[in-house]
């Protein structure tokens, strides 16, 4: 693994939405696809890999939230995500519901 790969895993956390909105409220938030790693995806965001990550938005694998996504989470606050922060950005992927 990448050593910053290994600090960025340092950085990966779950987090309730209710702890995402002043993130969300900055537009900071980026949603990314269930089939990604998030880690892969906060590695190439701060390598500056930019044909991954336009692929990936060209893809719609990575994209700020629908008006749709706020509105739900909004609704219920506890929602769980995984989230990683690659300074501006938080990177999320919503959790499964068991």
Do not use: C
């Amino acid at each position: 693994m990448s050593d910053l790969k290994e600090t960025l895993k340092q950085n990966l956390d779950e987090a309730e939405w209710d702890w995402l909105v002043p993130h969300a409220q900055k537009d900071t938030i980026i949603v990314v696809a269930d089939g990604l790693d998030l880690l892969d995806v906060g590695e190439a965001i701060a390598s500056d890999n930019i044909p991954t990550v336009q692929n990936w938005i060209d893809e719609q694998l990575l994209a700020k939230p629908s008006p749709e996504q706020l509105g739900e989470w909004n609704s219920d606050r506890t929602k769980r995500f995984n989230a990683l922060i690659v300074e501006p950005y938080v990177l999320v992927q919503e959790k499964a519901v068991l």
